[in-house]
């Protein structure tokens, strides 16, 4: 049994650095759990948040994560990637959340002055022209609004694909569906995107640059 679960840790060892905090959490470590939360709480609330679209849910789902993260410990195994399971767990409340219709007001847009209060990742400063800037602007608007429209699923696989940068494997494994299932969400997805978004891009389909990505 010891040896098992050894073999175990060991190949967690050789990749995920957080399977290990998150066993040490099982054994009871609190400060592990506090680093965990402080490395990923960010990612979960952004995650979310193109989701659902509205900031306090997004603050309300991803403390439900961790709860439920915390919660899970003692029965914990590292049969994947943290962030797999952990996206998981976000990926079902906010789908649930969506589709429990407590959205009544519709998916609120973000307002021209970009995320506001939500964490985002500082960028050089290379301060671009009032003109550059609302274009720049416009843009994003686009993207985050062609992307708020697609299918739930459809959704969430871009922003996992896209934005957290998650392989096929992974995501099929948050959604619970085969990996040529998530291939073919995400070629359904990009196809529309492309079709929404190419009179922004002149045709040559849908990219989102390293910068976007931080701030849609």
Known sequence: MVQGVNTIAGAVSALDLDAQLMLRVRDGDEDCFRVLLEKHRNPVIRFVYRMVQDRAVSEELAQEVFLRVYRSRETYEPTARFTTWLFRIAT?????????????????????????????????DRRPTVEQRMVDQTRLQEVRDAIAVLPEKQRAAVLMHKYEEMGYA??????GCSESAVKSLLFRAYETLRARLAFLLGGVGYEVSARSRERV
């Open 92 to 124: 079902h409340l906010a789908l649930n959340w969506l589709r429990d219709g407590r959205n009544e007001r519709g998916q609120q847009r973000l307002d021209d002055e970009g995320d506001g209060d939500m964490p985002v990742r500082e960028v050089a």
């Open 170 to 175: 992974q995501i099929a494994v948050v959604l």
